[in-house]
T-cell receptor
Framework: AQKITQTQPGMFVQEKEAVTLDCTYD???????LFWYKQPSSGEMIFLIY??????QNATEGRYSLNFQKARKSANLVISASQLGDSAMYFC??????????FGTGTRLTVIP | ETGVTQSPTHLIKTRGQQVTLRCSSQ?????VSWYQQALGQGPQFIFQ???????GRGNFPPRFSGLQFPNYSSELNVNALELDDSALYLC??????????????FGPGTRLTVL
């Protein structure tokens, strides 16, 4: 069984500061993908970043980086230089070989001016 | 823009009725997945179609059914609606092989309210 845990229901960050959103996962699959999605109030899920379980280096996409610690089964999202437009729900998700996604409960990020 | 559209945007139904939600994905998206997102929760996987055949199903009863068509569109049908079916329904398209981790492109969702 797959499980994604996001322990931070809400986070606040000052504009231009960095913030880390936590995610831990549990799976018995030897191979999997890890994703982060952003969901604004409009409802659409916006892909941010992807990490493969066999990737040696942490993924980066612009201001987003994924701190992947395989032994700890954690995949934290780091957002650098926060902007007001970053205020949204953030979901961590995992995909086993079947390719559909298992999502966590999300973290609501609020960027303070 | 993800290239994935859903219709309708909003829908209100009464308990016991049937509903069909539609999704149109990009050319090349041979896989479509449907998710249910209840208020305040993360999306839950309903089922996935790969090349028009069901390729996995989450913990949802048989009254949730689907179809995928050759033109990259798909449908989610829900029979005998219950109050707990009220949620945002998301579809996501992806390309690639059966066992790859390609990015899933989500549509804007259909918000279903069951009264």
């Amino acid at each position: 069984a797959q499980k994604i845990t996001q322990t931070q229901p809400g986070m606040f960050v000052q504009e231009k500061e960095a913030v880390t959103l936590d995610c831990t996962y549990d799976t018995s699959d030897p191979s999997y993908g890890l994703f982060w999605y952003k969901q604004p109030s409009s409802g659409e899920m916006i892909f941010l970043i992807y990490q493969g379980s066999y990737d040696q280096q942490n993924a980066t996409e612009g201001r987003y980086s994924l701190n992947f610690q395989k032994a700890r089964k954690s995949a934290n999202l780091v957002i650098s230089a926060s902007q007001l437009g970053d205020s949204a729900m953030y979901f961590c998700a995992m995909s086993p070989l079947t390719r559909h996604l298992f999502f966590g409960t999300g973290t609501r990020l609020t960027v303070i001016p | 823009e993800t290239g994935v559209t859903q219709s309708p945007t909003h829908l209100i139904k009464t308990r016991g009725q049937q509903v069909t939600l539609r999704c149109s994905s990009q050319s090349g998206h041979n896989t479509v997945s449907w998710y249910q997102q209840a208020l305040g929760q993360g999306p839950q996987f309903i089922f996935q179609y790969y090349r028009e055949e069901e390729n996995g199903r989450g913990n949802f009863p048989p009254r949730f059914s689907g179809l995928q068509f050759p033109n990259y569109s798909s449908e989610l049908n829900v029979n005998a609606l219950e109050l707990d079916d009220s949620a945002l329904y998301l579809c996501a398209g992806t390309s690639g092989s059966r066992s790859s981790y390609n990015e899933q492109f989500f549509g804007p969702g259909t918000r279903l309210t069951v009264l």
